[in-house]
């Protein structure tokens, strides 16, 4: 079955400068990518997509990218801001499967 | 702003006694799924359902859990009995379960505590 492998665990970066977060996947029938942040205490929620057809996609600071080859796609935040503190996972799915296999989680922190 | 709604918010309990957490999915939504996080790991997936029948209940105990969905807006989750092991937040999520688009809207959790 899929798996998905998420990397760093931690992440620690000043505030300004850039994060990114990494994630692989086995299944190359794979083809969607979503990425959830999870506050402290919160609930996960959706901060960006991206379709297999697709090899890079921005919202403002965000980006992730896919490397449909090599099977990994990122999660690239620029110009950190102290809100952007918080636990990142990565998820991928077959899209006929309604389920989302998840990676483990990154916790980002930014330092002032 | 529609919203999946779970209650109890916070729940604490005795070893041995039975709970039962609810969630509401989002009105219109087909899919939904029930997930268990710990401090030390991530988002494990119990059971999910799609048109109210259960999918997939592979990560759930099951000599000790349940899952159903009695009506499309009430999905139920059951622990019986509860050991100190199942302390937990416990997270519901439901989608339009319109693939390949498979967003995932996250309930506020239930957080258990068994003594």
């Known amino acids: 079955g899929e798996n998905v492998e998420q990397h760093p665990s931690t992440l620690s970066v000043q505030e300004g400068d850039s994060a990114v977060i990494k994630c692989t996947y086995s299944?190359?029938?794979?083809?969607?990518f979503p990425w959830y942040k999870q506050e402290l205490g919160k609930r996960p929620q959706l901060i960006i997509d991206i379709r297999s057809n697709v090899g890079e996609k921005k919202d403002q600071r965000i980006a992730v990218t896919l490397n449909k080859t090599a099977k990994h796609f990122s999660l690239h935040i620029t110009e950190t801001q102290p809100e952007d503190s918080a636990v990142y996972f990565c998820?991928?799915?077959?899209?006929?499967?309604?389920?989302?296999?998840w990676g483990a989680g990154t916790k980002l922190i930014i330092k002032p | 702003d529609a919203r999946v709604t779970q209650t109890p918010r916070h729940k604490v309990t005795e070893m041995g006694q039975e709970v039962t957490m609810r969630c509401q999915p989002i009105l219109g939504h087909n899919t939904v799924f029930w997930y268990r996080q710990t401090m030390m790991q991530g988002l494990e997936l119990l059971a999910y359902f799609r048109n109210r029948a259960p999918l997939d209940d592979s990560g759930m105990p099951k000599d000790r859990f349940s899952a159903e969905m009695p009506d499309a807006t009430l999905a139920t989750l059951k622990i019986q009995p509860s050991e100190p092991r199942d302390s937990a937040v416990y997270f519901c999520?439901?989608?339009?379960?319109?693939?390949?688009?498979?967003?995932?809207?996250f309930g506020p959790g239930t957080r258990l505590t068994v003594l």
């Open positions: 299944d190359s029938a794979s083809n969607y």
């Open positions: 999520a439901s989608g339009t379960g319109l693939a390949p688009y498979n967003e995932q809207f």
């Open positions: 998820a991928a799915s077959m899209g006929s499967n309604y389920q989302l296999i």
